[in-house]
Structures are given as C-alpha cells and as structure tokens.
C-alpha cells in the first residue's frame, strides 16, 4: 500500500502542497493535516483502527503479559525531534529542550518519567568540542530532571546534508494506578490555567537569530515540569487534561483541546500572563504572544472546584511561578476558541496555519 | 560542566579528529571511542554511575512503584537514527530498514516489542508522495511485525540542511519473567551461531549507491527477528546473549561480544555462510564480508548442549532459513576474536576502525 497523494478525497488534501513546505513541521494546520492524512492512515492497525499519534502514547503494559486485565500498569512513551537555530540561545541550548521536552510529553499524560533515550544525526566537520558541550547539557539537564539518558546511537552524514546536529530524544514513563487524563474527561465549566508568563522561549529564540537579533531582556522557560503535575497529583487535583503549549503556542494547545474534547474555549485576554518583554517584542515583530513557542509551561484543564487549589499548588513550585486561570471550557462553540479582549469584544483564535516564527523546538 | 576533549586523558582520545568525520557513525572503533569517551562520561548519573548506553537499555519498572522488588517487570527502551541512502534498494528501503531495525534491538536482550515511535526531519521540497511511500512501507513493516507505531514527531528544516528525510524510531518492549541475556552469560565452550547467510544487506544498499552501481544479485535482508527470539526462549534455549550485526557486521559483533563478556571468540571461516553473490561482490571490491552490515540476522551465544536445538528452532523459521554455527568462546585471547581459515592457519578478525563502506543503516 503506497499513499499517494492525488487519491485523497479529503477536501483540500495538505493545501495542495506537492512538496514538504516549513509550515508542515510547524505544530499548526499544516502539520496537524500532514497527521491525519498521511501518518495516521499509513500507521493504521491490520484491522484499520488508527492510532492516536499524540504527543505521547500510552501503551498497555498487561495486553502481552499472562493473566492480564484492565487496571494494570501503563506505559507513556514520546518521541521528538529537536532541529532548533541557533542551538544556543538565552536561557538554553538545543541539550536542554531535547531533555526537558520529552520528559514534559511523557509528564503531560501524568506519568512518571524514567528514562530517555538519544539519537543523533551528526553532520561531518561538527567540532567535537561543540557536541561534547551539547551532550554535557543534555546530561546536566537529564541529572537536574533525575531522568537518565539510557541509550542511543548516532549517524554521521556527509557534511552538506545535515545541519551540525539533530537530537532525537524518545521517553518511557509509567502513569500512577488510578490517573487517566484527557480530552474524555473535559467538562463544560472546567477552568484553563497556564502553570506562568508565556512566550519566553519564542522570544528568546527569535532575539538571537540570523537576521533578527534585537535586545529583549528574555530567557527561554525551558524546564522538566513533571515535578508540577506530580504537584498537582499528590495533591489530588481533579486534573481533567495537561498539555504543554510549545509549537503554535497556548492557542494551537487550547484548540488542539477544544477540538479534541468537542467544547468550546474561552480565554480572557487580560488574564494571560504575557510579560512585558515578551509583549513588547510581539507588538514590534507583529506576533500574538498566544502563538509564541513556550518550553517549560503547562495548559491545565481542571474541574471548576479545584482551580484555587491547582494554582496555590502550581504557584507553590518555582516552574510554576505566576500559573494564572485563563479561560473556562464553554458549551457554545464547540472546538473553537474565543478569547474576550481588553475592549469587551472577542476574537477567534485560531489554529495558526504554520509558524508565525522560525522553528523553536 | 562542559566536555572539554583536550582534558581527557585517555590515550589516543577521539584518535586526535578534533571534528566528526564519517567513520564517526560506523559502529566500528572510532563510533566506539565517541561512546566511551564522549556520550558515557556526559550521561553519568548524579553518582558518577556510568549507563552502558548500549543499544538498547533495560529499565526496571518497579523501581518506581510503592512495593517495587527485584525481579519485577523490566522494559527494554531503543533507539536508531536511520539515514541511509539511496532510501530504497533491493529487498527494501529507509522506511522498513527504521522500523525492523529498532524492533532487532528491543528483540535482541530477549523483550517482546511492544510499540514504537517515529520522529521525522524532513527537508523542504521533499515529495509529499516520496514522503508518503516511505511512511506507507512503515506502517506495513510495523502490520508485519505486529508492532504498532504509536506516537511520532515531524520537524522540518531548510532546504539545504537535510537530505530528504531522516527517521528515528524508538521502541520499547517487556523482557518476559526469568529471562536474562547478556555478556555476563557467557562461559567459555558456549558456541556462536548466525540465523542466516550474512552481508546481503550491506551488498545490496552498495549496489545501487551512486557511483557504485554494479550488478549483484542480492537482496537485503532486512526483517524483524522478535519471532526467531521468541522461538528460541519458547524453546528453552539456553541463550546467553544475542545481538544483531548490522554496522560492522559480523566482525564488529563478535568484538562486542569478546570484549563484553571478556572471552575469545574463534570462528571458523568455512562455516561461517556467505552466499555466493556476496562473495563475489566483496572478493570484487576489496570487502571482508564478515564486515558486512546485516539487517535481517542475529548472532547467539548458546549454551554448548543446546547449540543443535537452537539450530533446529531457527531453521524451522524462514526467517532462520541458513542458520549455522560458526564459532565458539574460548578462554585464550580474551577480548580477542580469532577465525580459523581454510589453509588451517588463522587471521584476527578486529573491530573495523570505521565503516567500510557507505553509511547503509
């Protein structure tokens, strides 16, 4: 079975792109349309049924084991690819997200992180010294996080075909007895908290690139949050889903939950933690913070009751510093998003089609 | 704390390339030296603990859990970046290649896979329809296996700054109760088997490679090995370890092992299976088909008593069709693998410094 492009009978199949465009790896439609057309279908199960391809999976540990059943341990696993430019930049390098990243996919389906893996395609003439340091970052962070990196391997291409390094880190996690979040279990009424100031990473990305280095006095977020949905948990939250908005940024995360959980979301502008520098730099570069990558921010879906609880909870961690309720979930508009601005009005927000930014993560 | 290569102190560190060179991904010596003196002291535990690194990992998963004791469930967690080229060859292409290839690794410290996930670096331009070929020859190879791929990742890069597309899977599997295989298992009389002819993978990606093009007629090998594992263990073989020769091929395998378990290996040369068109190929261009890459074989160290019942397990599979036994461990040269050759003299067969040919994994 070969996909072929021009039998797709979905209306307007990849934008009618023949070719891989940017926009594709962007955590926006474009991506979003390379998923359900082309990797679902081609991943389907011999009797069709169509996997998920979430961010991070979970795989039931007792369906090959004797005597299994219902109830019994769960297995997150996730994978990324990490091709950020330029590899260093304030507050982080490409070693620390490929860590923190994957530990926070693992972590966003509630599990308990426990190993990484790495895989590096190497472009011939990289200076050892600058993979050594990469590496060393990775460890730091993977030691900092208390997830070992556990096994790996590395190609080398010839140079002109790669671009220094790419890191793919993969993760394994176990989800605790009794943890199950999701689109499933979004209520109309639950509060939307973001676990602090969003947009850093973006930003601080797009301050030090080729072409567009401007002064803003910002640090990517870049961190492992498993420790804050441990919080949360510990603290019996009634946790509905967590998702963290890293490409496409807090509006592609609350319409991926939107859609998902077949309900509307509406933000309240005002409520959003954008810092200054972060806002400033948007206005300049005519960006919507909403849209700006973020490393080391969670978009929590909690049940109404638990919202003060699950931000005294958030703020009580350092990562979760200036967590703020942003929106509720909503019986109107179902798989939209809507935020109310300063003014009284609301506008839509929406999937972004690609990245307003260059790649981030 | 940053790696710094002009502190380390091992002799020869990195044999002086102050940059990556190609031999660098080639599974052999100087791939080797990366692990040791690079990717191991960076991936150190917090108390200096070293991980093996090795290709794949064992994660105990009660170490976690409330209760956890020995003898719990273990999960076996791998990964491989796959960038071969030309992407298809006879027998196959990049897209089986990722997903047999990491479903050998989990396979080969005796798991049963259970998932795999699959990241993406696409270049820009690439076909959509190249892209959705490959993608569909994965999603067959993982139907074949009976291992679903279950989460992914997509990451596009400027034109330019690929080649095409590079795929990392990752894959993770449980290691049935009581089975334990290793170097450790080793002893002294074990003999060494191959499931099947050896070096057609290699031949058949050189046959095809842009200015090598020659006509063999060979196909690779590529296929996964979880079925002959479980074969084997149904059996109650006694198997001391396994591993799959790929990079390095045969040669670099039995090094591992020699080093690993801290014994000799002789082969015998005459036994070792070689089909015809891969002799001819390699007599022709200078190889040592023991170098070979395989993507479709496994090597066994077996107790010496069970080395006919292994045999019959494996040929009774197709996929063991050609299994033979061509070697033994031996308490001389520890580290050392030795082959007996046809004039009764005899040769050391050492660990390829690099590739030795194209990349072709």
Redesign the interface.
């Known amino acids: 079975?070969?996909?072929?492009?021009s039998n797709w009978s979905c209306p307007v199949p990849?934008r009618h792109?023949?070719?891989?465009?940017?926009?594709?790896?962007?955590g926006g439609k474009l991506?979003a349309e390379?998923?359900d057309h082309?990797?679902r279908p081609?991943?389907?199960?011999?009797d069709g049924a169509v996997?998920?391809?979430?961010?991070?999976?979970l795989?039931d540990?007792e369906?090959?084991?004797a005597g299994g059943g219902t109830g019994g341990?769960r297995?997150a696993?996730?994978?990324?690819?990490?091709?950020v430019q330029p590899r260093s930049f304030p507050g982080g390098n490409l070693g620390d997200l490929a860590v923190n990243g994957t530990i926070n996919d693992v972590a966003m389906v509630g599990a308990?992180p426990?190993?990484l893996?790495?895989?590096?395609?190497?472009?011939?003439?990289?200076?050892?010294?600058e993979?050594?340091?990469l590496?060393?970052?990775?460890?730091?962070a993977?030691?900092r996080a208390?997830v070992?990196?556990?096994?790996?391997?590395?190609?080398?291409?010839?140079r002109?075909?790669?671009?220094g390094v790419?890191v793919?880190t993969?993760g394994?996690g176990?989800v605790p007895q009794g943890v199950d979040l999701g689109p499933h279990r979004v209520r109309v009424g639950d509060a939307v908290l973001v676990s602090g100031p969003i947009g850093l990473h973006g930003i601080a990305v797009l301050s030090v690139r080729d072409g567009f280095e401007f002064g803003a006095d910002v640090e990517s977020d870049t961190a492992p949050l498993h420790g804050l949905v441990a919080g949360l948990l510990r603290a019996r939250v009634d946790v509905r889903m967590l998702r963290d908005p890293t490409r496409g940024g807090v509006a592609a995360t609350c319409n991926e939950i939107a859609v998902e959980a077949g309900a509307g979301i509406e933000l309240v502008e005002s409520a959003v933690p954008v810092p200054e520098a972060v806002a400033t730099a948007c206005e300049l570069l005519g960006l919507d913070p909403l849209e700006v990558a973020n490393e080391g921010r969670l978009v929590a879906v909690v049940g109404p009751e638990d919202a003060e609880a699950a931000l005294e909870v958030l703020a009580a961690d350092p990562l979760g510093a200036g967590a703020a309720r942003i929106g509720s979930v909503t019986a109107t508009h179902p798989g939209v998003v809507v935020a109310r601005t300063g003014l009284g009005g609301s506008r839509v927000i929406d999937l972004p089609l690609a990245e307003q930014l260059p790649?981030i993560c």
């Open positions: 079975m070969v996909a072929d492009p990849l792109h023949e070719t891989v465009v940017l926009g594709h790896g962007s991506g390379l998923i082309l990797f081609a991943f389907a199960a011999a996997t998920d391809l979430g961010d991070a999976a795989v540990l369906r090959t084991q341990p297995l696993f996730s994978t990324d690819s990490f091709v308990t426990l190993a893996s790495a895989a590096f395609v190497l472009e011939e003439g990289l200076p050892l010294a993979l050594g340091a590496v060393s970052s990775m460890g730091a993977a030691r208390g070992p990196i556990v096994t790996g391997d590395t190609k080398v291409v010839d002109g075909h790669g671009d790419y793919t993969a394994v176990l790649r």
